[in-house]
Each structure stands twice: as structure tokens, then as C-alpha cells.
């Protein structure tokens, strides 16, 4: 099965403030990445898919890219709606795996 | 619009089994095949198969083999999933999804396995 390798495990941000969120595969994936975020109490919502592009309706301050094996998400102006579990998934080859999760919460 | 209706909580008995469904409305049911992720504390997201809902055809986790069976049926547009010889392991929140980038989810079953 492919590894997702993702860091930090959690992460404390201002509001307004700049924050990346990486995933590090076991082996190419291509641009088969997503992004989801999660919310106490709620179902995942994608946030970002193909690696870069943003899903309907998801703010522009949410952006992916990838260098290699190495996939981010970054958020370009920390909001408080943004507060909840960060999970990537590899859709490249099943079984499809998922990032252990960074929980980001506000300093 | 897209929604996947999952159906209610569940509590079972060790050694027992459950049959999850989720209905999907707001579009063509077979277009998509439908996915099954299983949600822990402890283990976080687990990606446990999907089923093509036009064939019925299945693709399982080597994890979940044995232990989840997919089904569907196209004339509800529904899809189940049955666990079975459950222990407290399987406790958890169960998911649907549209196996398309999972753009859309059900709102999770919670299986509590207990004595």
C-alpha cells in the first residue's frame, strides 16, 4: 500500500497568518492527491483535488502544489472557519490511503 | 443536488453483524461508483472499498476482506455495507462517499460494538 506521510501532526496559527500543511508519499502518486477538511461532528469536505485544483465553492486562500512526492496545502490568510483536521488522500492506487491528519487550531 | 443519506446509528453485539445503507438523490446513481471509509481515533481515516454501481462489482482493502460486503440496489439507488463477526474493533463512524475525488460524503454511521 502507498504511504501518506503527513506533517505537522498539529499546528497552532494566528488568524490572517500563512499556513502550509505537507503530505509526502511512498512513491509517485502523479498528481492523484486530494485535500479535505474536517470539522468536529462533520464528514470530510475536499478542498482540493488533481493535486492543485480547488473543489466548488472552496475559498481562493486554499491552494495545493506539488514538488515530486511531496504534495501542500497551504492557506494564504488564516480564517477562523478554517479551524478543524487537515487529511490528504492518495486516489492513485487502491487501496486508497489517507494522511494521518494535522489538526490546526488558533493560537 | 448531490446527498448521501446514511442510515442511523448503530448498536451491536460482539460476534454480530450490521448492514449499513446510504441513498444517494440529485443524481444518476450509476454514474458513480460509491466508496466506503471507516473513521477511528485511534487510526484516523481507512479507505475500506467501493462498489460500481452499475455492475455490482467490488474492489475491497485486503484489511476489510472478509470483514465488509458491498452491495447495492440500482432500483433505490442505495448501497449497503454489511460488517460482520463484529468485535470492539470495528467501533467507529462508517462513511459513504462518491468515489469521484469523494466530492461528496454521507454523514457518517457511528457502530458501537459492545457487550
Known amino acids: 500500500d502507498i504511504q501518506m506521510t503527513q506533517s505537522p501532526a498539529s499546528l497552532s496559527a494566528s488568524l490572517e497568518e500563512i499556513v502550509t500543511i505537507t503530505c509526502q508519499a511512498s512513491?509517485?502518486?502523479?498528481?492523484?492527491l486530494a485535500w479535505y477538511q474536517q470539522k468536529p461532528g462533520k464528514s470530510p469536505q475536499l478542498l482540493i483535488y488533481g493535486a492543485t485544483s480547488l473543489a466548488d465553492g472552496v475559498p481562493s486562500r486554499f491552494s495545493g502544489s506539488r514538488s515530486g512526492t511531496q504534495y501542500s496545502l497551504k492557506i494564504s490568510r488564516l480564517q477562523v472557519e478554517d479551524i478543524g483536521i487537515y487529511y490528504c488522500?492518495?486516489?492513485?492506487?487502491?487501496?486508497?490511503?489517507f494522511g494521518a491528519g494535522t489538526k490546526l487550531e488558533l493560537k | 443536488q448531490v446527498q448521501l443519506q446514511q442510515s442511523g446509528a448503530e448498536l451491536a453485539k460482539p460476534g454480530s453483524s450490521v448492514k449499513i445503507s446510504c441513498k444517494a438523490s440529485g443524481y444518476t446513481f450509476t454514474s458513480y461508483y460509491i466508496s466506503w471509509i471507516k473513521q477511528t481515533t485511534g487510526q484516523g481515516l481507512e479507505y475500506i472499498g467501493y462498489?460500481?454501481?452499475?455492475?455490482?462489482?467490488?474492489n475491497y482493502n485486503e484489511k476489510f476482506k472478509g470483514k465488509a460486503t458491498l452491495t447495492v440496489d440500482k432500483s433505490s439507488s442505495t448501497a449497503f455495507m454489511q460488517l460482520s463477526s463484529l468485535t470492539p474493533d470495528d467501533s467507529a463512524v462508517y462513511y459513504c462517499a462518491e468515489q469521484s475525488w469523494f466530492a461528496y460524503w454521507g454523514q457518517g454511521t457511528l457502530v458501537t460494538v459492545s457487550s
Open positions: 462498489i460500481n454501481t452499475g455492475s455490482g462489482g467490488t
Open positions: 512513491q509517485d502518486i502523479g498528481n492523484w
Open positions: 488522500l492518495q486516489a492513485y492506487s487502491a487501496p486508497y490511503t
